[in-house]
């Protein structure tokens, strides 16, 4: 299949004049050859879905189909296909018997109108459907095999569904390329569902890369600076130039992200920082439920810039205009100190990640860790996952304590990937000697 084809459907059908990335482009174009089985892994909303509609779209004799977990899920996207003029359908519970029998009749019929079947992995299950298949199979008509959201296989994942487990031998059976896609990078998930899915040894991968560019990470350290509170003061007012921003709507206002281990630290730093005219907030699971809403919703609004938090604020959060996130301590693995900076610059412009660390601070976590240890002796299990956390822990320590290559490989190898090219985007890359003269006054002053 020829790249103008590909390009004339994007526009004829989606009405997209290019495509939304580079990844996306070359997903498609490779999908499109029905040469591999595919594993797409990129962030929610980058068009994930696109990738196995165009193809679906220009084999247009034969029928994709997709697994998806969620009925609710699965309307949206064949509504929105409709609307488009393409012939979706879903095979499911909820529809009627008239209804799924002229489906049927279409899909065995010898020049079937529906291009893209959706099912849900229980329905997968079913005898009909595997029935259904088989024909399908056997008559040569599918075009692909979809798992959407495929992280569903991994136990490892946030969203197991037994059945998806199932669409492996599924697939086994039929001699079809097979597309996994899902926005969950971890690599034992990555694993699980190459393996789960039998996705053929020479199966091409286009993954996001875990690097991201526009953060600038570094460290400093509290206990050799002349006043703390001042120094994070200055980076707050150069992160968030309040002057230049202040005839800028409240929403659309720079804001940031101060984490600290304990509810006591996040009450103690906003209220230093209110007290030297820098707006906060605090926020922590002590609060009322009321005041939790009503505090993120003022950060969110732009009302208050800065909110000092701990680790359970940030899920769904979504401001695309958070310059800076600082953790007021220490980050507890590479995982979540790479997902919680992560919130910052999501709208791919420079932002900053720092770390204040201090010992005190680290010696509590390692305390905590070492009592989680004691209570899981016996459970293999738990013990297995307090290791990791130890593990985890241990990195983030090397990184502040004694850093020796650039802030962004610590998440390159948590991701298995090379490491990327920084371009002075951390305080090592940028100017390594002082960050060596930094840490060794913090360690001679730390023995002390
Ligand atoms: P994902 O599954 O990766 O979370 P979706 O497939 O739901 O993402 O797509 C997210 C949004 O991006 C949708 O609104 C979709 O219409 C849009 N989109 C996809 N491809 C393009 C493109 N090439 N140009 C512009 N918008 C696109
Ligand atoms: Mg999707
Ligand atoms: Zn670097």
Request: with cysteine.
């Amino acid at each position: 299949m020829d790249n103008a084809t590909i390009f004339a459907a994007l526009k004829s059908y989606f009405k997209f004049e290019k495509f939304k990335s580079q990844l996306q482009e070359h997903a498609v174009l490779e999908i499109c050859q029905r040469n591999h089985d595919v594993y797409v892994s990129m962030p929610t909303g980058s068009g994930k879905s696109l990738c196995y509609q165009l193809p679906a779209v220009l084999y247009d004799t034969m029928i994709t189909i997709v697994f998806s977990p969620l009925l609710a899920l699965i309307k949206d996207q064949v509504d929105a296909l409709l609307a488009l003029k393409i012939r979706a359908a879903s095979l499911n519970s909820k529809i009627t018997k008239t209804e799924r029998e002229s489906l049927i009749a279409d899909l065995k019929s010898t020049s079937p109108n529906t291009r893209l079947l959706y099912v849900t992995p229980e329905q997968a299950a079913t005898k009909t459907f595997k029935e259904l298949f088989d024909n399908l199979c056997k008559f040569n008509k599918i075009a692909f095999i979809v798992v959407d959201e495929a992280h569903c296989v991994s136990e490892w994942g946030h969203d197991f569904r037994p059945d998806y487990l199932k669409l492996g031998t599924l697939r086994e059976n039929c001699k079809v390329p097979c597309l996994a896609l899902t926005a969950t990078a971890g690599k034992q998930v990555t694993k699980d569902i190459i393996s789960s899915l039998k996705l053929a040894p020479d199966h091409k991968v286009f993954k996001t890369s875990c690097f991201r560019s526009n953060l600038f990470y570094d460290v400093f350290f509290p206990n050799i600076l002349p006043d703390p509170f001042k120094h994070l003061k200055q980076f707050i007012e150069t992160t968030l130039q309040f002057e230049k921003e202040k005839d800028l709507q409240n929403d659309k206002k720079s804001c940031g992200i101060i984490y600290c281990r304990t509810r006591e630290q996040t009450e103690v730093l906003a209220s230093k920082l209110n007290s030297m005219k820098i707006k906060s907030l605090c926020y922590h699971a002590g609060l009322k439920n009321h005041e939790r809403l009503e505090f993120q919703e003022m950060w969110q609004k732009g009302e208050v810039p800065v909110i000092c938090a701990t680790i359970s604020f940030g899920m769904g959060v979504d401001k695309a205009s958070v310059r800076f996130v600082v953790h007021w301590g220490v980050p507890k693995d590479p995982a979540s100190f790479y997902q919680e900076t992560g919130r910052a610059g999501r709208d791919g412009k420079p932002s900053w990640c720092r770390v204040y660390y201090n010992r005190a601070d680290s010696k509590a976590v390692e305390f905590h860790l070492s009592q989680d240890l004691g209570k899981a002796s016996g459970k293999e299990a738990k013990k297995l996952n307090v290791e990791n956390a130890v593990k985890g822990f241990k990195k983030v320590l090397e990184y502040c304590e004694n850093p020796s290559e650039c802030r962004h490989v610590l998440f390159s190898n948590h991701f298995e990937e090379p490491p990327p090219k920084c371009k002075k985007n951390c305080d090592w890359c940028k100017d390594k000697k002082s960050v060596k003269e930094m840490v060794e006054t913090f360690l001679i002053k730390s023995v002390q």
